[in-house]
Structures are given as C-alpha cells and as structure tokens.
C-alpha cells in the first residue's frame, strides 16, 4: 500500500526567502508519480509540479522545484524568493503507475505554510 | 480551458434532505473523482469513474450516491447526511494514460454543512 508522509505540521518563511517542504513516500510498484498541490484558504486544490518515478532530472515549474531523491524516497518542494501569496496548505500526493490509467491521488496531511512580510 | 467547475459552492441542508453536488469539465477528461475532506485533513477519495463506470468506490455508505451522466458530468445524490458529513466536497479529473502519468485537476469545492 502506498503512504506519504509530510513531517512538518506548519512552517514560517520570510518573505523573499526560500523554503522546503518535506514529502517522504513508500511504495513497493517501481513506476509512481508525485505532485505537489497547493490549497488556499478558498479550497481549490491548486496543481504546482510533477515527478515521474524515471525522471533523471528534478522537476521545475518557476519557483517551484522538486528536489527528488529516489532512493531515500523523498521528494521535497522547495519555493523560491517567497511571497505572501504562498501563504497556503501544501500537499505531497503520489499515484501509482498502472497500466488501466485510473489509480487515484494519495495525499500526505499536508504542511502549512505561511510567508512573513 | 482547464477548469473543474463545481455547483454550488456552498449548501446547507437538513438531515432528511434530499441535494445535489454538481461537477462540470470539458478537458477531454476520462476519469472523474469525489474527495471528501475534513476541516484540517487531507483529501480523502469517495468514489473514481473511468470511462462513465464506477471503478472505485472507498466503502462510502449508500446515503451518498454517484452519478455519471456523460463524459462532462459528475454528480453526487446526497440524502439523509448525518452532521459528521459536514465537509468539503473536492470533484477531480484528469485524462487516463495507460502507462503514464497526468496531473489532476480540482474544481473549487462545495462546502455542505448538514444541520
């Protein structure tokens, strides 16, 4: 059975500083991908970027990037030169790879972040 | 357009009441997803439609029910709730790739408040 487990309940970051989010993840199926979401206080659940379970490079999406270490099964956001709209709850989600294409997102509890100005 | 729309945003309703929470997208989308999520929690899944069928449902009790119409459409029947259901419903869809990945994408939510 799949897991994720993000450690940190809430983090404080100052404004234009960057800041890691930890995602850890366990899974016995060789093919997964992971996702980062993000929820505003609103709910959307906001989509931020994708690792593939083959992908050789970290992912990157603007100031968002996937720090990806396969076999210690992390796979940790990290924002860039934060903003006080970052201030939000952040999400670690992974799906297994199968072949009939419909295997569901799993989440972590997630991490609260809030941007100090 | 990548956009999840999801009607209404917010519903109040009794326990003996009888509502709907709709699910709107035209991405092309194949799968189609409920979640449920608690004040401070996480998303949890409901029920997954692949293709118009149902093909998971998470043991959800029959006092909520699924509906998939087309392809575009998603709704769930909501009847007799107890307070404890009282949630943020997330709708999701994403394309089906056998093999391969593909992010989800989630309409804004109906907050149901069972009174």
């Known amino acids: 059975a799949q897991k994720i487990t993000q450690t940190q309940p809430g983090m404080f970051v100052q404004e234009k500083e960057a800041v890691t989010l930890d995602c850890t993840y366990d899974?016995?199926?060789?093919?997964?991908?992971l996702f980062w979401y993000k929820q505003p206080s609103s709910g959307e659940m906001i989509f931020l970027i994708y690792q593939g379970s083959y992908d050789q490079q970290n992912a990157t999406e603007g100031r968002y990037s996937l720090n990806f270490q396969k076999a210690r099964k992390s796979a940790n956001l990290v924002i860039s030169a934060s903003q006080l709209g970052d201030s939000a709850m952040y999400f670690c989600a992974m799906r297994e790879t199968s072949n009939s294409g419909n295997t569901p997102l799993v989440f972590g509890k997630g991490t609260r972040l809030s941007v100090i100005a | 357009d990548t956009e999840v729309t999801q009607t209404p945003k917010h519903l109040v309703m009794g326990m003996t009441n009888k509502k709907s929470l709709k699910c709107e997208q035209h991405m092309g989308h194949r799968a189609m997803y409920w979640y449920k999520q608690k004040a401070k929690k996480p998303p949890e899944l409901m029920f997954v439609y692949s293709y118009e069928k149902l093909s998971i449902n998470e043991s959800v009790p029959s006092r909520f029910s699924p509906e998939c119409p087309n392809s575009s459409l998603l709704n769930l029947h909501l009847h007799a709730l107890q307070p404890e259901d009282s949630a943020l419903y997330l709708c999701a869809s994403s394309q089906l790739i056998r093999g391969g990945d593909t992010e989800a994408f989630f309409g804004q939510g109906t907050r149901l408040t069972v009174v």
């Open positions: 899974t016995s199926d060789p093919s997964y991908g």
